[in-house]
């Protein structure tokens, strides 16, 4: 390791440290505007120039080029490189609009903090400024070309590490641009990264612009709760409503960046249609008037039916407490269980999931950017969980390997080879893949039952003509790949592929290859949910006690059953066969509408929470504000009432856990610290995966590993080799797989203004040839044939899909809750062209 000399203190540091990350360990901070440490060096700016007094390089360098070596000693301050940069600053202010005042940027610009830190404060060029034609981006980021001081981050960022290249930088020397070819909104999902990376105010963030200064906000950090991934987030909020979100550093999880649906995703907090009141039989009453009414409904019913009358459905988006404090209640008031999933197949696999990811398995999604090669089965990462797929390229990039097992038409952002398989062909695609990677001498001492599922697993010649030279191809570089990690969805895969993948990372394992384990889950705390789920009870069988009578109560918290629930009209007759429905949700719903008894609860912003991402990673999210209508939306755009008083305007919403807390106790009236520390206390003496979790405000930034695996899970077991004589039985119907969608289709960010600008129009994926056989092009109007009824959409033709199956998306916009159960499949003829 080079030892090496800063401004006369030494320090050693891992070879291949460039000088200015040297210093930064120092706590030197030296200029810099192109370089970034998630993007390299670049050597663009010149604005990191130090002296080098002794070692291989000598006078005035770039500190962000060269590497740390022995016996090099270095100056910061030394007069010619402060005059240098100095220097640099000057020319780079030279067309610079100087609009500081009106500026989003302002107050947090790096160009004004090396600007006043240079001693920069005259203009001596009299000359005309450069000048620039801003363009329309999208309602993401505006565009500000005059503020641009050439250095490169944004393209680098956009192209090289996000893999998108509709913006870049055209023309040369003093008229360089950057931006588009012409106006539009920019294709990459990653976009508003623009506005955090970009060092002056070329990018700021369009839906926030002239709302405030950084110093004007209540800023906290948070997490990101519209997918599974747990990307850590900076959250601004002011006036009582969150204005922006920025992407806050994780070493385990995110890096320095979010993808959009998670920056742009909060506006369901302040959302006008957001319900604020509680209510009673629909009448607007206090929030202590809600509380005693659905005590007292609860005492009424229960007086006349047995204990076993009240279902409770708990969430995958609530936090940790949430979930917690409903199955302490269920267990106090002497109810069955909660479920937490609407879907039980789902739920299951996500149970398996949580069961099989043991400790030496689990790899987070920073690990993941180091492996060198990737089999993705039955996922999409861009529509289900876009940072995934964001980590996936950063692992091509450095030459890793990636090859995805999905029927859906997937796109990345990097270099990848798809295999369009049916969802009944997947597991022995992937065994077979699987067993080809392996050497057979590699496991000729593993146990017998590793040996057995070896042996078990189908050749390479199961693959059709079509697929067999890629298969084969793909076999050899999986063979010479040591760091090897199975991405497993759990949203449209059989219950049967989820056990097989964690089987497959143990047989590779077995064979000396450092192999992991990745599931994706479909919501925000879905692990966190699975560990409180009891096998024996489900939506479902609450869905039957409520329609044969046996079940006459039902709780609902933080979960609208009718957005997610693939079954419509049979969820709205039973509903309507209840004595008692209470909802407890900050977002408004088909299930708030139809609740006897409704409370208003708090988002993340208002109490914080606990949250258990895929990984079983358990991090915790602070409160931002306090609560409480926005200003906005109180004043209409003018001077707020002035009334004055101790409460805050709206503030009636309360943390779930809290409401369940004085449901169950009665009357207790414990303020929101002292109730959360109850279901925190139960988990810890009633779940043993998370009896060493700490109080809430415990918690480091980097979270907590839970070790959720269970070992008496049976491991290589054989059931999915039936998966492909049941496909066998399907003949030549067309599976119906309900998908993701970006935007759209998650149901947080689904309220969010902004990204109903991008989402777009849903429409049914087909694969070429078996569009052919029925005459369909590309933007026909079909109408499919579902079990309660037709839905009418626009056809997308696709060549990268399997055949046999159809792509109908959850999006709020398609009435696809038609279908009565899954898998669902429909004939040809049931899929038929609209007349014009």
Same mark, same amino acid.
């Given at each position: 390791?080079?030892?090496?000399?800063?401004?006369?203190?030494?320090?050693?540091?891992?070879?291949?440290?460039?000088?200015?990350?040297? &210093?930064?360990?120092?706590?030197?901070?030296?200029?810099?505007?192109?370089?970034?440490?998630?993007?390299?060096?670049?050597?663009?700016?010149?604005?990191? &120039?130090?002296?080098?007094?002794?070692?291989?390089?000598?006078?005035?360098?770039?500190?962000?080029?060269?590497? &740390?070596?022995?016996?090099?000693?270095?100056?910061?301050?030394?007069?010619?490189?402060?005059?240098?940069?100095?220097?640099?600053?000057?020319?780079?202010?030279?067309?610079?609009?100087?609009?500081?005042?009106?500026?989003?940027?302002?107050?947090?610009?790096?160009?004004?903090?090396?600007?006043?830190?240079?001693?920069?404060?005259?203009?001596?060029?009299?000359?005309?400024?450069?000048?620039?034609?801003?363009?329309?981006?999208?309602?993401?980021?505006?565009?500000?070309?005059?503020?641009?001081?050439?250095?490169?981050?944004?393209?680098?960022?956009?192209?090289?590490?996000?893999?998108?290249?509709?913006?870049?930088?055209?023309?040369?020397?003093?008229?360089?641009?950057?931006?588009?070819?012409?106006?539009?909104?920019?294709?990459?999902?990653?976009?508003?990264?623009?506005?955090?990376?970009?060092?002056?105010?070329?990018?700021?963030?369009?839906?926030?612009?002239?709302?405030?200064?950084?110093?004007?906000?209540?800023?906290?950090?948070?997490?990101?709760?519209?997918?599974?991934?747990?990307?850590?987030?900076?959250?601004?909020?002011?006036?009582?409503?969150?204005?922006?979100?920025?992407?806050?550093?994780?070493?385990?999880?995110?890096?320095?960046?979010?993808?959009?649906?998670?920056?742009?995703?909060?506006?369901?907090?302040?959302?006008?249609?957001?319900?604020?009141?509680?209510?009673?039989?629909?009448?607007?009453?206090?929030?202590?008037?809600?509380?005693?009414?659905?005590?007292?409904?609860?005492?009424?019913?229960?007086?006349?039916?047995?204990?076993?009358?009240?279902?409770?459905?708990?969430?995958?988006?609530?936090?940790?407490?949430?979930?917690?404090?409903?199955?302490?209640?269920?267990?106090?008031?002497?109810?069955?269980?909660?479920?937490?999933?609407?879907?039980?197949?789902?739920?299951?696999?996500?149970?398996?999931?949580?069961?099989?990811?043991?400790?030496?398995?689990?790899?987070?999604?920073?690990?993941?950017?180091?492996?060198?090669?990737?089999?993705?089965?039955?996922?999409?990462?861009?529509?289900?969980?876009?940072?995934?797929?964001?980590?996936?390229?950063?692992?091509?990039?450095?030459?890793?390997?990636?090859?995805?097992?999905?029927?859906?038409?997937?796109?990345?952002?990097?270099?990848?080879?798809?295999?369009?398989?049916?969802?009944?062909?997947?597991?022995?695609?992937?065994?077979?893949?699987?067993?080809?990677?392996?050497?057979?001498?590699?496991?000729?001492?593993?146990?017998?039952?590793?040996?057995?599922?070896?042996?078990?697993?189908?050749?390479?010649?199961?693959?059709?003509?079509?697929?067999?030279?890629?298969?084969?191809?793909?076999?050899?570089?999986?063979?010479?790949?040591?760091?090897?990690?199975?991405?497993?969805?759990?949203?449209?895969?059989?219950?049967?592929?989820?056990?097989?993948?964690?089987?497959?990372?143990?047989?590779?394992?077995?064979?000396?290859?450092?192999?992991?384990?990745?599931?994706?889950?479909?919501?925000?705390?879905?692990?966190?949910?699975?560990?409180?789920?009891?096998?024996?009870?489900?939506?479902?069988?609450?869905?039957?006690?409520?329609?044969?009578?046996?079940?006459?109560?039902?709780?609902?918290?933080?979960?609208?059953?009718?957005?997610?629930?693939?079954?419509?009209?049979?969820?709205?007759?039973?509903?309507?066969?209840?004595?008692?429905?209470?909802?407890?949700?900050?977002?408004?719903?088909?299930?708030?509408?139809?609740?006897?008894?409704?409370?208003?609860?708090?988002?993340?912003?208002?109490?914080?929470?606990?949250?258990?991402?895929?990984?079983?990673?358990?991090?915790?999210?602070?409160?931002?504000?306090?609560?409480?209508?926005?200003?906005?939306?109180?004043?209409?755009?003018?001077?707020?009432?002035?009334?004055?008083?101790?409460?805050?305007?709206?503030?009636?919403?309360?943390?779930?856990?809290?409401?369940?807390?004085?449901?169950?106790?009665?009357?207790?009236?414990?303020?929101?610290?002292?109730?959360?520390?109850?279901?925190?206390?139960?988990?810890?003496?009633?779940?043993?995966?998370?009896?060493?979790?700490?109080?809430?405000?415990?918690?480091?930034?980097?979270?907590?590993?839970?070790?959720?695996?269970?070992?008496?899970?049976?491991?290589?077991?054989?059931?999915?080799?039936?998966?492909?004589?049941?496909?066998?039985?399907?003949?030549?119907?067309?599976?119906?797989?309900?998908?993701?969608?970006?935007?759209?289709?998650?149901?947080?960010?689904?309220?969010?203004?902004?990204?109903?600008?991008?989402?777009?129009?849903?429409?049914?994926?087909?694969?070429?040839?078996?569009?052919?056989?029925?005459?369909?092009?590309?933007?026909?109007?079909?109408?499919?044939?579902?079990?309660?009824?037709?839905?009418?959409?626009?056809?997308?033709?696709?060549?990268?899909?399997?055949?046999?199956?159809?792509?109908?998306?959850?999006?709020?916009?398609?009435?696809?809750?038609?279908?009565?159960?899954?898998?669902?499949?429909?004939?040809?003829?049931?899929?038929?062209?609209?007349?014009?």
């Amino acid at each position: 390791m080079p030892k090496l000399v800063i401004d006369e203190r030494e320090i050693e540091v891992p070879e291949g440290t460039k000088v200015i990350e040297a &210093a930064e360990q120092l706590g030197i901070m030296i200029p810099r505007f192109c370089y970034h440490p998630a993007l390299g060096s670049v050597g663009a700016c010149r604005v990191c &120039a130090v002296k080098f007094l002794e070692g291989p390089f000598k006078g005035v360098q770039m500190s962000c080029m060269i590497d &740390a070596k022995d016996d090099m000693v270095v100056s910061t301050t030394d007069e010619e490189a402060v005059e240098f940069r100095k220097y640099v600053i000057e020319w780079l202010m030279l067309h610079h609009p100087h609009d500081c005042p009106v500026c989003d940027e302002g107050g947090h610009c790096l160009l004004q903090d090396m600007t006043v830190s240079g001693g920069h404060g005259v203009r001596r060029y009299l000359g005309l400024k450069r000048t620039y034609r801003d363009q329309y981006l999208g309602p993401l980021v505006q565009h500000e070309m005059n503020r641009c001081i050439h250095c490169y981050r944004c393209t680098r960022f956009y192209q090289e590490f996000a893999g998108y290249f509709d913006l870049g930088v055209m023309q040369i020397a003093n008229h360089t641009y950057f931006g588009r070819f012409k106006d539009g909104i920019l294709e990459s999902p990653f976009t508003g990264n623009l506005s955090d990376i970009c060092p002056t105010g070329v990018y700021t963030d369009k839906p926030s612009r002239f709302f405030g200064r950084r110093w004007d906000y209540q800023r906290s950090p948070s997490l990101c709760i519209n997918c599974s991934l747990g990307c850590h987030i900076t959250a601004s909020a002011r006036y009582r409503e969150v204005v922006r979100q920025e992407a806050r550093y994780s070493e385990a999880v995110n890096g320095y960046f979010i993808c959009d649906r998670g920056r742009h995703g909060f506006h369901y907090a302040k959302s006008e249609t957001r319900p604020g009141k509680a209510l009673v039989d629909g009448r607007e009453v206090t929030t202590e008037e809600g509380i005693r009414a659905a005590r007292e409904k609860l005492a009424e019913l229960m007086s006349r039916i047995e204990s076993d009358g009240v279902a409770c459905l708990g969430s995958a988006r609530s936090s940790l407490e949430n979930q917690a404090m409903l199955k302490q209640l269920c267990q106090k008031m002497g109810w069955q269980d909660p479920s937490y999933f609407v879907d039980e197949s789902l739920a299951k696999k996500v149970k398996t999931a949580v069961t099989r990811l043991e400790p030496e398995l689990t790899v987070s999604l920073r690990d993941l950017e180091g492996s060198d090669a990737i089999i993705v089965v039955g996922a999409d990462p861009i529509n289900e969980a876009p940072m995934l797929a964001l980590a996936m390229r950063q692992a091509q990039r450095k030459g890793g390997k990636i090859v995805v097992l999905d029927p859906r038409p997937i796109s990345l952002p990097c270099d990848y080879t798809h295999l369009p398989v049916k969802l009944d062909e997947i597991n022995l695609y992937l065994g077979a893949l699987i067993k080809a990677a392996v050497d057979p001498e590699a496991i000729t001492d593993a146990e017998k039952d590793v040996a057995r599922f070896y042996r078990e697993a189908p050749m390479l010649e199961i693959f059709v003509d079509s697929l067999q030279k890629k298969a084969s191809s793909l076999a050899q570089e999986l063979r010479a790949s040591q760091r090897v990690v199975i991405v497993c969805g759990t949203q449209v895969v059989r219950e049967t592929t989820v056990v097989l993948a964690g089987d497959c990372v143990s047989l590779l394992r077995a064979a000396k290859k450092q192999a992991g384990l990745f599931y994706l889950l479909p919501q925000a705390n879905a692990f966190g949910a699975s560990l409180l789920t009891n096998k024996e009870f489900s939506f479902l069988n609450t869905l039957e006690g409520m329609e044969n009578g046996s079940i006459k109560g039902l709780i609902l918290v933080e979960n609208d059953p009718f957005y997610s629930f693939h079954h419509r009209q049979r969820l709205d007759l039973a509903i309507e066969k209840l004595d008692l429905l209470i909802v407890l949700d900050y977002l408004e719903s088909p299930a708030v509408r139809k609740a006897h008894v409704f409370l208003p609860t708090s988002t993340l912003y208002e109490t914080g929470g606990i949250y258990i991402n895929q990984e079983g990673r358990a991090q915790a999210a602070t409160k931002t504000y306090l609560g409480g209508i926005s200003i906005a939306q109180i004043s209409g755009g003018n001077h707020p009432p002035r009334i004055y008083g101790s409460e805050i305007p709206g503030g009636e919403a309360r943390a779930a856990f809290q409401f369940l807390d004085q449901i169950g106790d009665g009357g207790s009236d414990e303020d929101e610290t002292a109730s959360r520390q109850n279901p925190l206390r139960w988990l810890s003496a009633n779940l043993p995966a998370l009896a060493k979790i700490p109080p809430f405000g415990e918690l480091t930034e980097a979270g907590m590993l839970i070790n959720s695996s269970d070992e008496g899970t049976g491991q290589f077991s054989l059931d999915w080799k039936e998966e492909k004589d049941k496909g066998d039985m399907t003949g030549d119907l067309l599976e119906v797989i309900l998908t993701d969608l970006t935007f759209g289709t998650e149901e947080l960010s689904s309220f969010s203004p902004p990204l109903r600008k991008l989402e777009r129009k849903p429409c049914l994926f087909m694969q070429v040839n078996d569009a052919a056989k029925m005459g369909l092009s590309s933007e026909d109007r079909v109408r499919i044939k579902l079990d309660e009824g037709d839905v009418e959409v626009d056809v997308r033709l696709e060549e990268n899909m399997a055949p046999g199956v159809v792509i109908l998306p959850r999006h709020r916009l398609l009435e696809w809750q038609k279908v009565k159960r899954l898998p669902k499949f429909v004939r040809f003829e049931e899929i038929e062209k609209v007349s014009d």
